[in-house]
């Protein structure tokens, strides 16, 4: 058993043991993980479970806006914003184009629409 998996493995025993203490339940087909890791094979062929029901593996995940990769990879995330960049470009798209606006409130609208979409998800 990989060192990752172990890892997963010890992590889960001690969530269990922790939410049982405070009458919690873990409903398996909500929960998830994800090993990051530069070695794609790392745990691949191991699963985990708990109380008999199969805990499923993401390769990638969106968290509080953000979407995270098993190789912690930023680059997804980056074509993710420039997609939505782009697409809110292409609503504003008209306005940005029309001449009766001018190029200062052009650049206000670009600023307070298209911006913090790619900068913050």
Do not use: W
């Amino acid at each position: 058993m990989g060192g990752s998996v172990h890892t997963v493995k010890e992590n889960e025993e001690a969530l269990l043991v922790a939410i049982k203490e405070i009458g919690l339940e873990v409903n398996a087909d909500k929960t998830k993980y994800m090993i990051m890791s530069r070695d794609q094979n790392a745990g691949r062929s191991h699963s985990t479970k708990i109380d008999n029901s199969s805990i499923e593996r993401m390769e990638e995940f969106k968290y509080l806006g953000t979407t995270l990769t098993n190789k912690n990879s930023i680059q997804e995330e980056i074509k993710s914003r420039l997609k939505l960049g782009n697409a809110c470009y292409y609503l504003v798209h008209n306005i940005l184009s029309s001449n009766l606006l001018s190029k200062k409130l052009k650049i206000r609208i670009y600023r307070t629409i298209i911006l913090p979409v790619v900068l913050y998800g």
